[in-house]
């Protein structure tokens, strides 16, 4: 593997005693260049930032648990959260953009549909929170975010993960060799700690 990818799940909440997500990371073999991370479900940036700047990815790839039917790839996060139902929704960051779009396309074909819903919980909010931090570093990384349903068929789950890192690693960066040196030479970018 050439390209620094990483890529991230949760552990379970809720109802939930596990979590499709950290199964599927479990099962992926250790890669150079692949770095795999299994977040608490919780409101708290610190975690998803700490991991961007430990990796140093070209891409991010992050897997969510869903009561969907389908496997759903995520077209942008949303600058709101809320801790269930009930509450009210609240910015995720005050006077900030109300979306940012994704900037890795996956190719799924028959295997999943796109989302312009990561909904109100903490998938969506890793992604806003990842996506502003990237924008405001001037990174050159991609993210990407697939929404996995809870009882789907995790052999196929699995086969479909691995088939999105094989397109990982085959994109071009978008930032060339740019992309790569920035990771190289331990850009001050990546240094500054907030």
Request: net charge positive.
């Amino acid at each position: 593997m050439n390209k620094r990818i990483l890529v991230y799940g949760f552990g379970p909440y809720g109802p939930f005693s596990d979590n499709i997500t950290a199964r599927i990371l479990k099962t992926l073999p250790r890669q150079s260049g692949l770095t795999k991370r299994v977040f608490p479900v919780r409101f708290h940036r610190r975690q998803f930032i700490n991991a961007l700047m430990r990796a140093k990815p070209d891409i991010v790839l992050g897997l969510g648990q869903s009561s969907r039917r389908r496997i759903e790839i995520e077209s942008r996060g949303v600058n709101h959260r809320r801790a269930n139902r009930s509450a009210k929704r609240r910015a995720i960051f005050a006077a900030e953009a109300k979306q940012l779009a994704t900037t890795f396309k996956i190719k799924a074909g028959r295997w999943a549909r796109t989302s312009r819903n990561a909904g109100d919980y903490v998938c969506n909010y890793s992604i806003y929170v990842l996506l502003r931090e990237i924008k405001q570093r001037k990174l050159t990384v991609r993210l990407a975010f697939v929404h996995i349903p809870h009882d789907y068929d995790r052999r196929k789950a699995r086969k479909f993960i691995r088939q999105v890192l094989r397109q990982c690693e085959a994109v071009d960066s978008g930032g060339g060799s740019r992309g790569r040196k920035l990771f190289a030479g331990r850009s001050r970018r990546w240094n500054v700690e907030r």
